[in-house]
């Protein structure tokens, strides 16, 4: 055998080279689990920091990466100022390219398994009381733009969607004799969700009104097309200061919100996770700490021996 046959059996024992596979496992995250642009362009920043890091350590074959290399990589995003959940997630898709490669390639060492990202706390997600959500959903219906951006904040509100999942949706996702509609959302999974009356009342308005066209989008722009993310976003937010709101309104703060005034008022955390479509209950928990800070609000008001302590 010649050193050049030599040199590439070794390579082919050694495994693929690091940068034609994750270019790999990306086309396999597009064609075969068919995931987001968004979710794809994150998998592709995290694997080219990875690339990088390898690059710069002469390391251009995935046997050759250990779990010190990991350690090693996750430190630096972590002295370049990345928060940990950035980390976090980085982490996350190196390890799913690994389990890519054990499946495709029968590597079987998963050098990320370990190491996890440090540590921060979790912030608790801003939200709207009763009160604020009604100051916040009073609209002056004069023209069909304030239909529509009533009809898209309502269902916000009473059906907890996340802004993705009420931009893709058609007017056929709507059941009106059940009052349900049915939503895709991550992974391109399907949940099923009620409306509520007061919701249901608007969107009949904004349709009522809708210009006629082709489009089966439920919520169009004013060019008669599917209604894009930022517009949706900078319309809730000029809705906050029409009604007098002290702070930016969001898609997701009315999502939280519903979140909360649900499991406030039910307590069925299990139902709350069916609804808002998270995959792990533990995604759903971070709601009761609101609801605890909310019962220890109303301990500090009630309790007679409570009156002088301070909560921050």
Known sequence: MDVKSHSAASLELEGPDLAGS????????????????????????????????????????????????????????????????????????????????????????????????????????????ADQVGQYLTFDKGSITALRDHAIT?????????????????????????????????????????????????????LAARPVNTEQALFTSNRGNRISTRNIQARLKLQGRKSGMHQDVHPHMLRHSFASHMLESSGDLRAVQELLGHANISTTQIYTHLDFQHLAKVYDSAHPRAKKRSRK
């Open 22 to 129: 994750t270019q790999q496992f990306l086309d396999y995250l597009r064609d075969v689990r068919q995931l987001s642009p968004h979710t794809l362009t994150n998998y592709q920043r995290d694997l080219k920091s990875l690339l990088a890091f390898c690059e710069e350590h002469k390391i251009f074959i995935p046997a050759k990466i250990t779990e010190t290399e990991i350690r090693q990589w996750a430190a630096q995003m972590h002295r370049r100022g990345l928060a940990g959940s950035s980390i976090q997630r980085s982490l996350s898709a190196c390890r799913s390219y690994f389990n890519y490669l054990g499946r495709m390639h029968n590597q079987r060492h998963n050098p990320a398994t370990a190491v996890q990202a440090p540590r921060q706390s979790r912030k608790l997600p801003k939200t709207l009381d």
């Open 154 to 206: 309502e269902l916000f509100y009473s059906s907890g969607l996340r802004l993705a999942e009420l931009v893709a949706l058609d007017i056929g996702d709507i059941d009106r004799g059940d009052m349900l509609i049915t939503v895709t959302g991550k992974g391109n999974k399907t949940r099923t969700v009620p409306i509520g009356s007061m919701a249901m009342e608007a969107i009949d308005q904004w």
